[in-house]
């Protein structure tokens, strides 16, 4: 009795001190080496490594935690659309579990974030956060903007009189920003107040500027970018709503769209947008032209499957620099979420040779 007793401590103790000598993240490395695009091109994008379950974030447990702890199952990410990143966190829209997920890089923890109350999700479609880490989530089935504070504490929603489909959110400093695709508009209400401050483009105006089904949106380099899902193309507007230029257009050749989604934009003004049904995102100069593309059909680590989702993410570096190779160095990180598929959070990292 006394030896067993004892090996079950030294067990206890062993899982204790491996749990505890864990590195700062566990996901695991994305091998072998895939770049885009391919050589002789100069290498401009580095598939990094997926996130599809909480043991990517928290390290699978070993043998001797089973043997004393029992099977481990992972919570899994079920069908991420929307994402947004804050410093150290990755949040996930979820509908599959009718909820979020939470990725805590600086600490390693997952979970699930399912509201009840006040708070409660029905579809919660996509996200964004603000500096302070507050969360915005665009849930189309309450048709509201549902507003949760950085440690969860439900802060309001607002939108259902005024909001028609929804199916996403940004935010800048004093406005929040939603597109109503049944409607044809981009409501812009005020951050404080909730407010409706105007709504664009004009219902009348049948020319260029025109939204059909405006989808998902971004806010970058004093311009809204707009996906407009009936029109196969991506729209820019300056911050008062008036129509700058459009780009793209129906079709499978490089360049067009045939199922565009999410888009995102780094400092340089280049654009990414994902198209779920080539399943790559395409990368387009602030002129509108094409430069490159990456992901494709999924067949491997780094393709795609079903993407919906692109974000351009500055915040979170120092927790994916070890998975880029030693003759790159990593800019910024480009995060998609694929609605099935082994990888449901691919990340990529922007990366240029070393001199």
Request: glycine share 10%.
């Amino acid at each position: 009795m006394e030896k067993r007793l004892n090996l079950v401590v030294f067990l206890f103790v062993s899982i204790l001190f491996l749990s505890c000598s864990r590195s700062t993240t566990n996901i695991r490395k994305g091998e072998p080496l895939i770049i885009y695009p391919p050589p002789p091109d100069t290498t401009r994008v580095q598939f990094l490594t997926s996130i599809s379950n909480s043991l990517d974030i928290s390290g699978q447990r070993n043998g001797l935690a089973r043997f004393v702890l029992g099977n481990y199952d992972p919570l899994p990410i079920v069908k991420p659309y929307g994402l947004a990143t804050i410093k150290g966190r990755i949040v996930v829209c979820d509908a599959g579990v009718g909820g979020l997920e939470i990725i805590d890089l600086q600490n390693q923890r997952f979970e699930y974030f399912i509201p009840k109350g006040k708070g409660q999700l029905k579809t919660p479609a996509n996200c964004c956060a603000d500096t302070s880490g507050t969360v915005y989530v665009a849930d189309g089935g309450r048709r509201q903007i549902v507003i949760f504070d950085k440690n969860g504490q439900y802060i309001d929603a607002f939108g259902e009189s005024t909001n028609g489909k929804i199916t996403d959110v940004a935010v800048t400093e004093d406005k929040i920003w939603v597109p109503d695709a049944s409607r044809g508009k981009i409501n812009v209400f005020q951050k404080d107040t909730k407010k409706l401050l105007f709504s664009f483009p004009d219902s009348l105006d049948e020319g260029e500027g025109h939204l059909f089904q405006p989808i998902n949106i971004c806010i970058a380099n004093d311009l809204v970018y707009v996906t407009d899902f009936g029109d196969f193309k991506i729209k820019s507007y300056n911050l008062k709503g008036q129509f700058q230029t459009s780009f793209g257009s129906y079709g499978n050749r490089l360049g067009q769209f045939t199922r565009p989604k999410g888009i995102a934009a780094d400092r340089d003004a280049n654009l990414f947008a994902v198209d779920a049904a080539f399943e790559n995102v395409q990368i387009f100069n602030k002129e509108g032209k094409l430069l490159m593309f990456f992901g494709g059909p999924y067949k491997g680590p780094g393709d795609m499957w079903l993407p919906a989702k692109v974000v351009v993410d500055y915040n979170n570096l120092d927790y994916f620099r070890k998975f880029v190779d030693p003759g790159f160095r990593l800019k910024y990180l480009i995060m998609v979420t694929n609605q099935y598929g082994p990888g449901k959070i691919n990340i990529y990292g922007a990366v240029e040779a070393k001199k």
